[in-house]
């Protein structure tokens, strides 16, 4: 069935075991029959909060698209608290979609972000009916999203995603009274066009923006409970995915937040043998277009828009749900930076990867892009060499790109970096420039050996494809926090860190350089450490840190490549 017509049915209600009724918006095919099912369920209104995908176009294909407000959200009952709710809702959700009148009893689900997790913690609950997911750029769990990305606080993520997305509908819920609901508003409008003061509140868990309203009091506690909480746990498929039988077409971005996520999810099922597909273009969170950032990648990149967006999701429904043969692929498509194509892949990382070292050097001034820093494979012979530079709290490295997802001017994705790179906080190395191409492609990390006289600090990594002309577009970057890998053992040690700096795909064309940059803060992208011991979380203290890069015979520095060979 290709193009029917369609009728809508709206707010049509769904009991949950605990009592509380969700409400969906049903769009279905004007035709006689039983047709399969498509479900999201997300936070952003059903009426007004899909981006990426049309309802009624895939209703118009021949399936019953059920559109559903999650708990405490829009026209759903209960109380709203991220994630809590959506592995038991998602089950009975499925369920009841799969008998609804007119449903032959499959289910799929769809949704990007938020609603891309609600699909994972569904399957993860195991409900017979659903088939079938496609979870794009999505989370595997809360903890590693937000508070604790190896260690430190996704602080503008956080904060954003709650003023900007979560809490006006919190406002409507819970204030009441129309005269202290308007001054809430206004209120709020204020504080979305000061975000980026804001960033710098300390401490955290007292920010105004939201404590003030009082329309959001998880904001704070989540903020507070350890890693060992139970909440994390069940809001958690990062360690159930043997729990996910369903198969998946995992969509991400090189410069989206949950890349490393993406890839995971697809691994797990991939693992497994359920027939997952990947798919990673250029693109930031929820942008599916071929200028990026600073950067346009050309007519290949932006070939997922929106009407790519539907033909894909419906090919891969109608093969799971309706028996329909797909497109002969491989299972992992990649968007190859540098010369702007797609390639097919068997497995992650490719087999053909070999994982190369490159190693940092400097005469020990490699601070700035015109200090005396420089990268090789050559493995470094002498003792003793290492650089220094300050960390001040009160004066963190701003976020600059990069896969992020808070509110800023030039929040996300590739952008040039030689302003930044002026600091004397920032650590550069960089390559000669290369007579032929070199492709890089997979996991990405930095072995850094370093010496802090702080008790506890960050360190942080970048890796920069530097045009002939000098502009320096980001790659992909990381941070690990001291005390995540050394605990108590951090201060005045030389100690081996090792910073994950997720994935990428690109092509250095002769001609260009790459550079590593090495610092202690990306600012808001990450909270600043304070170096205390504390977190800004909960203190307004903080100290100067001294920190030092050793990269010599006995500590060799440097970062690990996955070139194609």
């Known amino acids: 069935m290709k193009h029917c017509k369609i009728k809508i049915?709206?707010?049509?209600?769904?009991?949950?075991?605990?009592?509380?009724?969700?409400?969906?918006?049903?769009?279905?095919?004007?035709?006689?029959?039983?047709?399969?099912?498509?479900?999201?369920?997300?936070?952003?209104?059903?009426?007004?909060?899909?981006?990426?995908?049309?309802?009624?176009?895939?209703?118009?294909?021949?399936?019953?698209?059920?559109?559903?407000?999650v708990r405490g959200r829009f026209a759903s009952e209960g109380e709203f608290i991220p994630y809590i709710n959506e592995a038991n809702d998602g089950y009975d959700t499925v369920e009841w979609a799969a008998r609804l009148p007119q449903a032959n009893g499959k289910v799929g689900m769809f949704g990007l972000s938020y609603y891309g997790y609600t699909q994972l913690l569904a399957a993860m609950a195991?409900?017979?009916?659903?088939?079938?997911?496609?979870?794009?750029?999505?989370?595997?769990?809360?903890?590693?999203?937000?508070?604790?990305?190896?260690?430190?606080?996704?602080?503008?993520?956080?904060?954003?995603?709650?003023?900007?997305?979560?809490?006006?509908?919190?406002?409507?819920?819970?204030?009441?009274?129309?005269?202290?609901?308007?001054?809430?508003?206004?209120?709020?409008?204020?504080?979305?066009?000061?975000?980026?003061?804001?960033?710098?509140?300390?401490?955290?868990?007292?920010?105004?923006?939201?404590?003030?309203?009082?329309?959001?009091?998880?904001?704070?506690?989540?903020?507070?409970?350890?890693?060992?909480?139970?909440?994390?746990?069940?809001?958690?498929?990062?360690?159930?995915?043997?729990?996910?039988?369903?198969?998946?077409?995992?969509?991400?971005?090189?410069?989206?937040?949950?890349?490393?996520?993406?890839?995971?999810?697809?691994?797990?099922?991939?693992?497994?043998?359920?027939?997952?597909?990947?798919?990673?273009?250029?693109?930031?969170?929820?942008?599916?277009?071929?200028?990026?950032?600073?950067?346009?990648?050309?007519?290949?990149?932006?070939?997922w828009g929106e009407a790519a967006m539907h033909e894909r999701h419906i090919e891969w429904f109608n093969h799971w749900l309706k028996g329909e043969l797909l497109p002969q692929t491989a299972p992992i498509q990649i968007f190859t930076m540098g010369i702007n194509k797609w390639q097919g892949a068997k497995n992650w990382p490719l087999e053909n990867t070999n994982f190369t070292p490159l190693y940092f050097h400097s005469d020990g001034k490699a601070n700035t892009r015109?200090?005396?820093?420089?990268?090789?494979?050559?493995?470094?012979?002498?003792?003793?060499?290492?650089?220094?530079?300050?960390?001040?709290?009160?004066?963190?490295?701003?976020?600059?790109?990069?896969?992020?997802?808070?509110?800023?001017?030039?929040?996300?994705?590739?952008?040039?970096?030689?302003?930044?790179?002026?600091?004397?906080?920032?650590?550069?190395?960089?390559?000669?420039?290369?007579?032929?191409?070199?492709?890089?492609?997979?996991?990405?990390?930095?072995?850094?050996?370093?010496?802090?006289?702080?008790?506890?600090?960050?360190?942080?990594?970048?890796?920069?494809?530097?045009?002939p002309d000098g502009t320096a577009f980001n790659l992909t970057e990381g941070i690990i926090r001291a005390s995540k890998q050394h605990g108590d053992t951090v201060q005045n040690e030389i100690q081996r860190y090792t910073i994950n700096l997720w994935a990428t795909s690109n092509v250095f064309l002769p001609g260009h350089s790459i550079r590593v940059e090495i610092s202690s803060s990306n600012f808001p992208r990450f909270d600043a450490n304070p170096n205390t011991g504390a977190s800004f979380i909960n203190t307004t203290e903080s100290v100067i840190a001294n920190q030092t890069i050793f990269h010599d015979a006995e500590h060799p520095s440097h970062i690990l490549l996955p070139i194609i060979k």
Request: glycine content about 8%.
């Open 9 to 69: 049915e709206k707010d049509v209600p769904a009991k949950m075991r605990d009592g509380v009724t969700l409400y969906a918006d049903v769009y279905r095919p004007d035709a006689e029959g039983e047709f399969p099912v498509l479900l999201t369920r997300l936070p952003y209104s059903k009426i007004f909060g899909l981006h990426f995908l049309r309802p009624d176009v895939l209703a118009e294909n021949g399936y019953i698209v059920v559109v559903q407000d």
């Open 126 to 303: 195991e409900p017979p009916s659903l088939k079938v997911i496609v979870p794009t750029m999505s989370q595997n769990n809360m903890t590693d999203v937000f508070n604790d990305h190896d260690g430190a606080l996704e602080l503008g993520a956080w904060a954003s995603w709650s003023i900007e997305s979560i809490l006006p509908d919190l406002i409507v819920r819970n204030i009441t009274d129309p005269e202290e609901q308007e001054l809430a508003f206004e209120k709020w409008t204020k504080d979305m066009d000061n975000l980026e003061e804001w960033y710098k509140f300390k401490p955290i868990n007292a920010w105004p923006p939201i404590k003030n309203t009082g329309a959001m009091p998880y904001f704070t506690e989540i903020l507070d409970y350890p890693l060992d909480h139970p909440h994390w746990k069940n809001t958690s498929v990062k360690n159930n995915y043997d729990k996910v039988k369903t198969p998946g077409l995992h969509i991400g971005g090189w410069y989206d937040c949950f890349l490393d996520k993406t890839i995971a999810n697809f691994l797990g099922g991939h693992r497994q043998g359920l027939g997952d597909k990947l798919v990673i273009g250029p693109w930031t969170h929820g942008n599916f277009i071929s200028m990026i950032g600073d950067r346009d990648f050309g007519t290949a990149a932006g070939s």
């Open 370 to 467: 015109i200090g005396d820093g420089t990268a090789s494979f050559n493995r470094p012979k002498a003792t003793g060499n290492s650089d220094k530079f300050v960390y001040d709290p009160e004066n963190p490295v701003p976020s600059h790109g990069g896969g992020t997802l808070h509110k800023a001017i030039q929040a996300d994705g590739p952008r040039d970096q030689r302003e930044l790179e002026l600091r004397e906080d920032i650590l550069c190395y960089t390559t000669a420039p290369l007579t032929e191409e070199l492709e890089v492609t997979g996991p990405i990390e930095v072995t850094l050996w370093a010496k802090t006289d702080a008790v506890n600090t960050d360190f942080t990594a970048k890796i920069m494809d530097v045009m």
